[in-house]
């Protein structure tokens, strides 16, 4: 992966993990773009096998889209368990 994709990974993931916690609550800037990235995966990965698809106009604000809806199911789940 180059470095604009790094740096944009991290900022989806930031913007995601800021709207989720709007949804789940928490705080701290590490703990936003951990849960967007790890939640740009899990919404990735779950929304299709649901057969949802996120189509707002604009392919970066369905990426944030997607992320934010898998970080907020992502720390529903880790809330639920742990």
Do not use: E, H
């Amino acid at each position: 992966m180059d470095p604009k994709g790094i740096i944009a990974m991290v900022v989806i993931g930031l913007v995601a993990g800021w709207l989720a916690s709007f949804v789940v609550g928490g705080g701290g800037l590490l703990k936003y773009i951990i849960w967007g990235v790890l939640g740009s995966f899990v919404g990735g990965f779950l929304l299709p096998k649901v057969g949802v698809s996120i189509s707002l106009g604009n392919p970066l604000v369905d990426q944030i889209a997607v992320a934010t809806i898998g970080a907020i199911v992502l720390v529903g789940v880790a809330r639920i368990l742990f």
